[in-house]
């Protein structure tokens, strides 16, 4: 069943009383396929917040006007009734995935549906199957590339089959074989007879598929018609980028390069993700760097700033080796801006955040520092994380450029730019390569490539495939049939033992295994149950590997704990703590290491701990790794801007560097979590979370013997005490 929407006269100010959609009256039919184009900032997010009702009950503000969705209002019935009618993929992939694998993440909504186990393996399977995505089913969100992680998003809603689907910027981070392939599966959803709403500012072959085409612009729709003349009009509006004859090159081969790498091999948890790289950079050279998602793009450019260690190797910058350099050495000479904004911002407002650079270069900021970038003179005062996706990226680059940097690595630059910011980036660029900069961009977007650089390489698999003009990469990929993703080697999966110990009964091992630790009176009793928690973790846990993660995560509190310890206390109250301490870190990471945060939540429900509770303290653990991945990101942000994180007394004030920006970064994560989870039903009456699994004889043996020698030990202690 298909659902149209209806919007009359509908205004919106957001909780801070900004304006941010005015009069805006549009009617998309059911079962029309739908692209809502405009600029950054025109009202096309806050647009679909509208239609599943998380505006006004997840965000507030003043709404007025008319909504309508198939006949229902959605200011009156709210996400939870509407979530599986209104399908809705956000515009930051990242904010839609909170589940520990890519499955149960598929799982999340059809639980709130209250479907059967049985009717949720088989909706996942279709819809992984449908957009190729079998091979990530079992691998956590952070563990995706930003293009894996798109299309791990558009199926958590493609499961819940809604009859309307509304997609914002869906084709961003996708390569040309994924982004073949979800124009196919959105055409397939269109002709199946459901509605479908994209929204967007870049072509694609989906405007072909489209049968209607709306424009907005400052927080209204005008225009509202048939897609047949799209391109042509959306041209004649500056919607589509103008790009200027590329300039010539002037590199000169015969000169040596400002960049080089020599047969790079870098390993990430193990496994190569580059596999003996060469290439040179040469100055005014501008080279785009383009490969499927997954094929090491990111991990070159980390590695070409000094960010990831070779494994075998080495980078050189000029006749110097990169490794020798201190991070303000680097940074004065290579700047590099990440694929997400938000990574690299420490500073209260845009103005700080330029004038960091040109402290690096040790000099006071021109007046006219809004000039690094056009548009920014507005933006000064603002916090840089209360900006739109395309206002951030351009602060990140111009704070880059700020440091007028002899060469520039630039991952995905036109994600969430719109064609003003596509057009001002390219007569940068340009810009730069004649003054002798030379120029690295790692891009999925062909035409920008084709309109900035001199040459491409392709990478694949984590080796170079391929060099020659754009156009001649181009023509090769063109003949690519779109076939399954080939997984990196950075992203094998290797297969998940059997759990020998239950979820539920972990909960009850932990707990016999603290009270036998605060009862041990005797340093030798604390370290045998230290020792007996470890064996545990080695030899009891199925995933000793989980385990041992959760493990290494906590070392850092061992460490601090020591130290202040030894500090405040004197060594036999320190040696105490640290074995009670050590003996906390194993169990924990034998019993609550391996379990997923799903698995953990249906154990407390069995103990019948109150819903909202179990929600908090599961959410800490979905929050682990994302704040971990978050951690590394700020560190490699800040360090690429030539902040000196390494540990040291020297460099302990420096690391307040990387307070602020985790902090704004938790709470903008708790924030999406909590409207990922709303958009997708976590408040439906129908909610069937999945049912823990049967505690069989095995298990209750495994208990018995596990807890034994914690059982004895708090006897003896009891007894002894008595």
């Not at 096309?44 to 503000?61: A, E, Q, S």
């Not at 156009?471 to 990196?488: D, K």
């Not at 493990?551 to 500090?567: E, Q």
């Amino acid at each position: 069943m298909a659902a149209g929407v209806e919007a009359r006269g509908v205004s919106y100010r957001d909780a801070a009383g900004q304006p941010l959609l005015g009069d805006l009256t549009l009617r998309i039919a059911p079962g029309a396929y739908a692209v809502v184009f405009g600029e950054n900032g025109a009202g096309k997010t806050t647009f679909t917040y509208l239609l599943n009702g998380l505006i006004p009950h997840f965000f507030g503000g003043d709404l007025a006007g008319e909504i309508r969705i198939d006949g229902l209002d959605p200011r009156r019935l709210g996400p939870a009734a509407l979530f599986h009618r209104v399908g809705l993929v956000l515009q930051n992939a990242d904010a839609q995935l909170f589940g520990s694998t890519v499955a149960a993440d598929l799982a999340f909504g059809l639980e709130n549906l209250g479907l059967a186990p049985a009717a949720i393996a088989a909706r996942i399977g279709a819809a992984a199957a449908a957009l190729g995505i079998e091979g990530l089913l079992a691998r956590p969100p952070e563990s995706l590339s930003g293009g894996e992680r798109r299309l791990a998003a558009v199926a958590s809603v493609l499961v819940l089959e809604p009859d309307l689907l509304v997609l914002d910027e869906p084709f961003a981070d996708l390569d040309w074989v994924f982004r073949r392939r979800l124009e196919e599966i959105l055409a397939d959803v269109h002709r199946q007879g459901r509605t479908v709403v994209v929204l967007e500012h870049r072509e694609g072959a989906f405007l072909e598929d489209a049968e209607a085409l709306a424009v907005f612009e400052r927080g209204t729709c005008t225009f509202s018609g048939a897609a047949r003349e799209a391109r042509r009009l959306l041209a004649a509006k500056g919607l589509l980028p103008a790009y200027p004859p590329r300039p010539p090159a002037t590199a000169n081969p015969a000169e040596a390069p400002r960049l080089s790498a020599a047969d790079l091999w870098v390993e990430l948890e193990g496994a190569p993700v580059l596999c003996g790289v060469s290439l040179a950079l040469r100055a005014g050279e501008v080279v785009a760097l383009v490969g499927r998602n997954g094929a090491g793009k990111s991990s070159l450019l980390r590695a070409l700033a000094g960010l990831l260690r070779p494994a075998q190797g080495a980078v050189r910058l000029g006749a110097e080796e990169l490794s020798t350099l201190s991070p303000r050495q680097r940074a004065r000479r290579i700047g590099i801006c990440f694929q997400n904004p938000n990574d690299q911002f420490f500073k209260p407002t845009v103005r700080e955040e330029l004038e960091v650079g040109h402290r690096l270069r040790g000099q006071d900021p021109p007046a006219a520092i809004a000039e690094l970038w056009p548009g920014l003179e507005a933006l000064l005062p603002r916090s840089p994380y209360r900006l739109s996706e395309g206002e951030k990226k351009a602060v990140a680059i111009a704070a880059v450029l700020a440091a007028d940097p002899a060469v520039l690595l630039l991952d995905e630059p036109t994600v969430s730019q719109d064609a003003r910011g596509k057009e001002a980036l390219a007569g940068r660029i340009a810009g730069l390569a004649r003054r002798g900069v030379a120029v690295l961009v790692a891009t999925h977007d062909l035409s920008f490539a084709a309109a900035v650089a001199h040459r491409a390489i392709l990478l694949e698999g984590g080796r170079i495939r391929g060099e020659g003009t754009v156009e001649e990469i181009a023509r090769g990929l063109g003949a690519e049939p779109p076939g399954p993703a080939a997984t990196p080697p950075a992203s094998v999966v290797r297969p998940r033992r059997g759990r020998p110990l239950h979820p539920f009964a972990g909960l009850f091992l932990l707990a016999a295994g603290l009270a036998a630790l605060f009862t041990a009176r005797e340093p030798f009793l604390q370290a045998g149950v230290a020792a007996w928690a470890a064996l545990l973790l080695l030899r009891g846990a199925a995933r000793p590997a989980a385990g041992a993660s959760f493990l290494r995560r906590a070392i850092g509190m061992f460490v601090l704990a020591g130290a202040g310890s030894l500090l405040f206390f004197g060594a036999a109250e320190a040696g105490a703590l640290l074995l009670r301490l050590a003996g906390l870190l194993a169990l924990s990471a034998a019993c609550l290491g391996p379990l997923s945060p799903e698995e953990f939540a249906a154990a407390l429900r069995t103990l019948r701990v109150p819903e909202g509770v179990g929600f908090l303290l599961t959410a800490g653990l979905r929050y682990v790794p994302r704040i971990e991945k978050t951690l590394r990101s700020v560190r490699d942000a800040q360090q690429a801007r030539g902040i000196d994180l390494r540990l040291s007394p020297r460099n302990l004030g420096r690391l307040t560097a990387l307070f602020v920006p985790l902090l704004v970064q938790g709470l903008r994560l708790a924030d999406e979590l909590a409207l990922a989870m709303e958009a997708r039903g976590v408040l439906s009456p129908r909610r069937r979370p999945a049912a823990l699994a049967p505690f069989t004889i095995r298990d209750a043996a495994f208990l018995a013997a596990a807890s034994a020698p914690f059982v004895a030990l708090i006897a003896w202690q009891l007894c002894a005490g008595g």
